[in-house]
């Protein structure tokens, strides 16, 4: 029995409480709405949320505890196991699933892991009826108990909104740890790279080549881990792409807000959001096969030197794929400043273009900087254009006809594949990790301040 059966059949359970409970506050008050404290479908949201809550809540629990409880007793099954190393548990645990799915079955296959496999199919297959027994029964139950509460004097809406405000806090409390657990994660792996790296070498250093020799007699992978070149290669695509993003997205927003009519504005709008849904890989294609050779005749054709893989081409491109963030969100921005604003600049004699640059933008101005925050956060996280279209060289450069490389790009690269975290080359892409958040967060103190500044000069 999966998971997501017994899901659907709680979600079936609750929503069936939901109109025992509505049918069972009317039947308790005789049909007569008046002598209930709350309206009818309080009390069937009560049964719902109380058959629903619960029992999904024990199925995230489960799925969880599960695997560390099977595998530690499938482990725990197998000879030697005291003695084994946290690399060789993984790997008995990798052939088990293995063996259990049918995969790498061979005549000289140990019994002991064949009979490892058995018994973790058969520890799941129990866990998965148990969980279903247990799930089932609790919506059962607290479907049974919470029927009998309904009684005419029951405050149910004050119940409904405490159980809706519990879930609201607990999601925010979620949300708050999940972020102290990734800074957490990051900081800890961080301090393990620069227990091996320098920090002034990382912080400061002008040469990135993270490649580290295997063996003692192995030459040419001492490595190098400045990280100077990954964020100049980041600034430097990142500024490319707003330079195009910002002004044409922007433009495009006050285009649409104030002078396209109705019926251009209803197409042009959702056709310039389509740009937001293409994926990005598509986008590296448009970039390497388009614009990166019409970049290089260019710059040719001023007698430069530019590479088949560039910084330009790669911030064109981005550039073109956030102006949908840029000029969606000014639009409703836009939009939102009050038209009273206009009709008194109207009625001083502004004209439309005056009511615009003097009125409009400047009340606008901090959701238009959140607009561009947003742009900025989605240039920086990019990956795929940047691979396809600027490459992997991690070049110190400030021209836009070299080939760079960003943070994001070697944060991938260096974590392709079957990877152990134990060496300063896999450890670096937290260490970078860690420093790009630092610098996102700088800019969104930044951005935070601009809004203040201006939301207190123009409310």
């Given at each position: 029995?999966?998971a997501?059966?017994?899901?659907?059949?709680?979600?079936?359970?609750a929503f069936?409480?939901?109109f025992?409970?509505?049918?069972?506050s009317?039947?308790?008050?005789?049909?007569?709405?008046?002598d209930?404290?709350?309206?009818?479908?309080?009390?069937g949201?009560?049964?719902?949320l109380?058959?629903?809550?619960?029992g999904?809540?024990?199925?995230?629990v489960?799925?969880f505890?599960?695997?560390i409880?099977?595998?530690?007793?499938?482990?725990?099954?197998?000879?030697?196991?005291?003695t084994?190393?946290?690399?060789?548990?993984?790997?008995a645990?990798?052939?088990?699933r293995?063996?259990?799915?049918?995969?790498?079955i061979?005549?000289?296959t140990?019994?002991?892991?064949?009979?490892?496999?058995?018994?973790?199919t058969?520890?799941?297959?129990?866990?998965?009826?148990?969980?279903?027994?247990?799930g089932?029964?609790?919506?059962?139950?607290?479907?049974?108990?919470?029927?009998?509460?309904i009684v005419?004097?029951?405050r149910?809406?004050?119940?409904?909104?405490s159980i809706?405000?519990?879930?609201?806090?607990l999601?925010?409390?979620i949300?708050?740890?999940t972020?102290?657990?990734?800074v957490l994660?990051?900081?800890?792996?961080?301090?393990?790279?620069?227990?091996?790296?320098?920090?002034?070498?990382?912080?400061?250093?002008f040469?990135?080549?993270?490649?580290?020799a295997?063996r003692?007699d192995?030459?040419g992978?001492?490595g190098a881990?400045?990280?100077?070149?990954l964020?100049?290669?980041?600034?430097?695509?990142?500024?490319i792409?707003?330079?195009v993003?910002v002004?044409i997205g922007l433009?495009?927003?006050?285009?649409?807000?104030?002078y396209a009519?109705?019926?251009?504005?209803?197409?042009?709008?959702p056709?310039?959001?389509?740009?937001?849904g293409?994926?990005?890989?598509?986008?590296?294609?448009?970039?390497?096969?388009?614009?990166?050779?019409v970049?290089?005749?260019?710059?040719?054709?001023?007698g430069i030197?530019?590479?088949?893989n560039?910084?330009?081409a790669?911030?064109?491109?981005m550039?073109i794929?956030?102006?949908?963030?840029?000029?969606?969100?000014?639009?409703?921005v836009i939009?939102?400043?009050?038209?009273?604003?206009?009709d008194?600049?109207?009625?001083?004699?502004?004209?439309?273009?005056?009511?615009?640059?003097?009125?409009?933008l400047?009340?606008?101005?901090?959701?238009?900087?959140?607009?561009?925050l947003?742009?900025?956060?989605?240039?920086?996280?990019?990956?795929?254009?940047?691979v396809?279209?600027?490459?992997?060289?991690?070049?110190?450069?400030?021209?836009?006809?070299?080939?760079?490389?960003?943070v994001?790009?070697q944060?991938?690269?260096?974590?392709?594949?079957?990877?152990?975290?134990?060496?300063?080359?896999?450890?670096s892409?937290?260490a970078l990790?860690l420093v790009?958040?630092?610098?996102?967060?700088c800019?969104?103190?930044?951005?935070?301040?601009?809004v203040?500044?201006?939301?207190?000069?123009?409310?």
């Amino acid at each position: 029995m999966s998971a997501g059966i017994l899901f659907a059949l709680i979600l079936l359970v609750a929503f069936s409480g939901y109109f025992i409970g509505r049918g069972r506050s009317l039947s308790v008050a005789g049909g007569a709405m008046a002598d209930l404290h709350s309206l009818p479908s309080y009390y069937g949201l009560y049964i719902a949320l109380w058959v629903g809550v619960p029992g999904i809540f024990l199925i995230l629990v489960w799925l969880f505890l599960e695997p560390i409880i099977v595998e530690a007793m499938v482990l725990s099954g197998i000879p030697g196991y005291e003695t084994m190393t946290e690399p060789d548990r993984q790997l008995a645990l990798a052939t088990v699933r293995n063996l259990a799915g049918g995969i790498g079955i061979r005549e000289d296959t140990s019994a002991d892991l064949l009979a490892a496999a058995s018994r973790y199919t058969g520890l799941n297959n129990t866990s998965a009826w148990m969980m279903f027994a247990v799930g089932m029964s609790l919506a059962a139950g607290t479907l049974a108990v919470t029927f009998r509460h309904i009684v005419p004097q029951m405050r149910a809406r004050n119940r409904v909104e405490s159980i809706i405000r519990f879930l609201l806090v607990l999601c925010s409390v979620i949300a708050i740890l999940t972020t102290v657990g990734i800074v957490l994660s990051l900081l800890f792996e961080s301090l393990r790279f620069f227990a091996r790296v320098p920090p002034q070498e990382f912080l400061f250093g002008f040469q990135w080549s993270p490649q580290i020799a295997l063996r003692a007699d192995q030459a040419g992978a001492s490595g190098a881990f400045g990280m100077i070149p990954l964020f100049a290669g980041t600034l430097l695509i990142g500024a490319i792409a707003m330079l195009v993003a910002v002004p044409i997205g922007l433009t495009a927003a006050i285009y649409l807000a104030d002078y396209a009519p109705a019926r251009v504005r209803a197409i042009v709008k959702p056709v310039m959001e389509i740009l937001a849904g293409i994926p990005t890989v598509v986008y590296g294609f448009f970039a390497i096969l388009t614009v990166a050779p019409v970049v290089r005749d260019f710059g040719v054709m001023l007698g430069i030197d530019a590479s088949a893989n560039s910084a330009l081409a790669a911030g064109v491109v981005m550039g073109i794929m956030i102006v949908p963030f840029v000029s969606s969100l000014s639009d409703d921005v836009i939009n939102a400043v009050p038209q009273a604003m206009r009709d008194g600049s109207y009625g001083l004699g502004a004209t439309k273009s005056e009511t615009i640059r003097l009125v409009i933008l400047p009340a606008a101005i901090p959701g238009i900087v959140g607009a561009v925050l947003l742009a900025v956060s989605r240039a920086i996280g990019e990956t795929m254009i940047v691979v396809m279209a600027a490459g992997l060289a991690a070049n110190l450069t400030v021209n836009p006809f070299d080939a760079v490389t960003t943070v994001t790009v070697q944060i991938a690269t260096l974590l392709v594949g079957d990877q152990e975290f134990d060496s300063p080359k896999t450890l670096s892409v937290f260490a970078l990790g860690l420093v790009l958040f630092a610098v996102t967060l700088c800019l969104n103190v930044i951005a935070l301040r601009v809004v203040r500044k201006y939301r207190e000069k123009y409310e």
